[in-house]
Structure formats: C-alpha cells, structure tokens
C-alpha cells in the first residue's frame, strides 16, 4: 500500500513564527497536494505539485508556500504564521490528477497562538 | 452555483436501515467521480468510483445520473461501522484537479 507519512500529528506555534509541515510518500508518485480542512468547509486545496520543482497554486495559497525538491517530498511553509491558519492539514499523493487514487497522510493538527 | 454540493446532515439512522446521499454538480463535462469515507479524526480514504453504469461493492451502490448531474451513493444494511463522512470528489470546471465536497454525516445507532 501506498503510505504518506507527515512528519507531526500535532504543532503548536506562536503567531509570526515559520512553520515548516513535511510529506513524505513511498510509491512514486508523481503528483503531490496539500490541503487544509475545517468544519464546515471541507477540504480546501492549498498547493499541488506534479513532478520535482513543478508547482501550482490551488483555491488558498495566500499565505502558503510549498517546495519539492525531491520527488518523495512534499514540503508546506507558512512564512509567518498567523491565528487563521489555526487548521487541519492534509497531504497526500497521487499516481493521476483525476480524484480517484488519492492517499491521504494522517494530517498534521496546527494551532498557531 | 457551488462546483459540488453535499447536505452535510449528519444522517441518523438506526442499524439495518438503508441510507442514500447525493452530491450534484455543476460541470456537466465532468468524466470521473468518486466517493471517500473519512472517520472522526482520520484521513479520507477512498471507498468507490463511479461509473456511467454504475458501481456496486457488497452493500454500497454508487450511481451516476448525467442529466441532473449527481451522484448518489447508497448504503444498505447500514453497521455501527459506516458511521462517518462520506465526500464526493468532481473533476473541476477549470483544472483536472478535481474538487471533494464538504461531506456528509452519517450516524448509525444500534
């Protein structure tokens, strides 16, 4: 089985400190995503990455940044955290872009105060 | 129009019942959907496509209807175990990186 691996469950940090969130998958895949979840809003695509050094922005990037500098890793930097990105974070990989064969790490729970 | 749309319930049903959630859509060129369940303070995971002719794996049925644009998935015999939330995934209208609704909740109670 595929297994995407984020490196914390959970991270508290002080508002304005960076905060790194690391992925790691095991199956080659090509293609990389990260996402936050909150209630009542679902899943929200933050940043997606389809090959090394290749990425995209999703719906939120603002804030965010990403870097892949190796095709198993898959890196989330909030430059400067702030209390509203207090959230759920989710990663996964993927083989195709097309929604079906999408792995999920465990999450990282973050909450900046 | 919102690109997906789930009642995000939560669905109370009693053991054995048989519940039914749909999710519409709004990209009618939309090729590929899916369904993911995903447990209280758990990852999604994927549970079934669907498919034009629709899908059946044991007591899930997932269907596909074009012409109003959802997709149901159905749940029969329903187990303390299925209690979760259950996400559409829809390719969207302007990228291929489809779109997961917001969810579902399903509560099954003995």
């Known amino acids: 089985d595929v297994k995407v691996t984020q490196s914390s469950r959970y991270l508290v940090k002080r508002t304005g400190e960076k905060v790194f969130l690391e992925c790691v998958q095991d199956m080659d895949h090509e293609n990389m995503f990260w996402y936050r979840q909150d209630p009542g809003l679902g899943l929200r695509l933050i940043y997606f990455?389809?090959?090394?050094?290749?990425?995209e922005k999703g719906d939120i990037p603002e804030g965010y940044s990403v870097s892949r500098e190796k095709k198993e890793r898959f890196s989330l930097i909030l430059e400067s955290a702030s209390t509203n990105q207090t959230s759920m974070y989710l990663c996964?990989?993927?083989?195709?872009?097309?929604?079906?064969?999408?792995?999920f790490g465990s999450g990282t729970r973050l909450t900046v105060v | 129009r919102k690109e997906v749309e789930q009642d995000p319930g939560p669905f109370n049903v009693p053991e054995g019942a048989t519940v039914a959630f749909n999710c519409t859509y709004s990209n009618s060129a939309s090729q590929s959907f899916f369904w993911y369940r995903q447990d209280c303070r758990k990852e999604p995971k994927l549970l079934m496509s669907?498919?034009?002719s629709g899908n059946e794996d044991g007591r899930f049925t997932a269907q596909l209807n074009r012409a109003s644009q959802y997709i149901s998935l159905l749940i029969r015999d329903s187990k303390l175990s299925d209690s979760a939330t259950y996400l559409c995934v829809v390719p969207s209208g302007g990228s291929y990186i489809p779109t997961f609704g917001r969810g579902t909740s399903l509560i099954v109670h003995p």
């Open positions: 669907v498919y034009s």
């Open positions: 996964a990989s993927s083989l195709t872009t097309g929604g079906g064969g999408y792995t």
């Open positions: 990455s389809y090959d090394v050094k290749m990425k």
